[in-house]
T-cell receptor, first 114, second 114 residues
Framework: GAGVSQSPSNKVTEKGKDVELRCDPI?????LYWYRQSLGQGLEFLIY????????KSGLPSDRFSAERTGGSVSTLTIQRTQQEDSAVYLC????????????FGPGTRLLVL | AQSVTQPDIHITVSEGASLELRCNYS??????LFWYVQSPGQGLQLLLK??????LVQGIKGFEAEFKRSQSSFNLRKPSVHWSDAAEYFC????????????FGAGTRLFVKA
C-alpha cells in the first residue's frame, strides 16, 4: 500500500487478556517505530527496529510488552496480561532509513482495556 | 539521551492572529528537529524538519520554524492562523546514536477562535 497501515483500528479487551497489534510499514522502509499515545499525553517511544540490527527496546514500559519484526517488514506489538493503564492509541511509524528520517505514521490502533 | 519540552499544553489564538509554539530540546550534539501536526481524527503529519544549514526552515501550510542553538529552541511560527490549523502539534528531536531514535514532546493543543 501507499502508506503505513495498522490493524485492528480499534480493540476492546478485558483486563488480563493478551493482545497483538499489527503494523505494515511502507514497502522498502528499513526502520520501524512503535509509540504509545495516552489520552492527553504526547507520544511515548516504545521500541525501534532498524534493518537487521538488534531493536532498541528502551521505551517498553514493562516485560508485558514485546515486539517483533518479521522479514524486515511487518511488525507485531504484543501486550500480555493487559492492564487498564495500557489503554491508549498505539502508533506505528516507518522511515526510509539512515539519513531520511521523516517518519510516516499509521492511523493507530485504539486499545481499550476494560 | 535527547529530550524535548513543549512548555505550553494548550494555546488559544484568534483566527488571523500570529502563532508561536515553543519547543526546547536537550541533546549534546547537533540534533535533527521536527514538527509534526495531528489533526482531529488524522494521523501525524510532518510539517517541517531541520537537519543542517539555514536555521530558518519553511514547512507546509505556511508554517516555519527557527533553530536557535544558543537557546536550544526550535519554535514553530505562523503569521496568520486559519481555523483549520486547530490541532495538536508535536516537536521532536532525533539523534543518530548507533541507530536513529526520535523522541517527541508532550504536544501543544492549538485552539482557534473565530
Amino acid at each position: 500500500g501507499a502508506g503505513v497501515s495498522q490493524s485492528p483500528s480499534n480493540k476492546v479487551t478485558e483486563k488480563g487478556k493478551d493482545v497483538e497489534l499489527r503494523c505494515d510499514p511502507i514497502s522498502g522502509h528499513t526502520a520501524l517505530y512503535w509509540y504509545r499515545q495516552s489520552l492527553g499525553q504526547g507520544l511515548e517511544f516504545l521500541i525501534y527496529f532498524q534493518g537487521n540490527s538488534a531493536p532498541d527496546k528502551s521505551g517498553l514500559p514493562s516485560d508485558r510488552f514485546s515486539a517483533e519484526r518479521t522479514g524486515g517488514s511487518v511488525s507485531t506489538l504484543t501486550i500480555q496480561r493487559t492492564q487498564q493503564e495500557d489503554s491508549a492509541v498505539y502508533l506505528c511509524a516507518s522511515t526510509v532509513g539512515t539519513g531520511q528520517e521523516t517518519q510516516y505514521f499509521g492511523p493507530g490502533t485504539r486499545l481499550l482495556v476494560l | 539521551a535527547q529530550s524535548v519540552t513543549q512548555p505550553d499544553i494548550h494555546i488559544t489564538v484568534s483566527e488571523g492572529a500570529s502563532l508561536e509554539l515553543r519547543c526546547n530540546y536537550s541533546y549534546g550534539a547537533t540534533p535533527y528537529l521536527f514538527w509534526y501536526v495531528q489533526s482531529p481524527g488524522q494521523g501525524l503529519q510532518l510539517l517541517l524538519k531541520y537537519f543542517s544549514g539555514d536555521t530558518l526552515v519553511q514547512g507546509i501550510k505556511g508554517f516555519e520554524a527557527e533553530f536557535k542553538r544558543s537557546q536550544s529552541s526550535f519554535n514553530l511560527r505562523k503569521p496568520s492562523v486559519h481555523w483549520s490549523d486547530a490541532a495538536e502539534y508535536f516537536c521532536a528531536v532525533g539523534a543518530n546514536t548507533g541507530g536513529f531514535k526520535t523522541i517527541f514532546g508532550a504536544g501543544t493543543r492549538l485552539f482557534v477562535k473565530a
